[in-house]
């Protein structure tokens, strides 16, 4: 695999991630709490506002692993307005790009991104108790 950089996606680019979030919604369902069934269905605004929320970067951001012109993982956080706790979610790293690295480029990007924000005081998430190898990189 070639180098992996760390980017945001302008919401013209929201097919690439559409593309993304469904293959993780498909091959790794029980690390999510949407499902594919439902998010299939979203219309394109969905995605280009998704996109654009999270360049606004006051209540949420998306960060994707990119190694030559492919998206390989993706993560993100997101807060209710003016709420001191950030949530960290969407993390993705396609199966031939795990075991290196990528996750935890990606959490850190988000994790620095949160620290950008002085009224979070705290960021969170939630696991699957299976995901062994999601385990380790949040501990």
């Known amino acids: 695999m070639s180098s992996i950089d760390i980017i945001r996606l302008h919401p013209d680019q ?3 991630f559409k593309a993304l979030r469904l293959e993780a919604l498909l091959l790794e369902p029980q690390a999510f709490g949407a ?3 439902d998010q299939v ?3 394109d605004s969905y995605w280009q506002n998704r996109l654009a929320r999270a360049q606004d970067n006051q209540n949420d951001g998306l960060f994707f692993a990119r190694s030559g012109d ?6 993100g956080w997101f807060r209710e ?3 001191t706790r950030a949530m960290v979610v969407a993390m993705y790293v396609q199966p031939a790009a795990r075991g290196q690295g990528v996750a935890s ?9 949160i620290q950008q924000h002085a ?3 705290i960021a969170f998430l939630s696991v699957n108790v299976d995901q062994e190898p999601a385990k380790r990189l949040y501990q």
């Not at 492919?70 to 993560?75: I, S």
């Not at 480029?105 to 991104?113: E, F, K, N, R, S």
């Open 81 to 83: 307005p003016g709420a």
């Open 119 to 121: 009224d979070i005081e």
């Open 14 to 16: 929201w097919e690439d």
């Open 70 to 75: 492919g998206l390989v993982g993706m993560a």
């Open 35 to 37: 499902t594919y069934a």
């Open 105 to 113: 480029q990606l959490l850190q990007a988000v994790l620095d991104d």
């Open 41 to 43: 269905l979203y219309p």
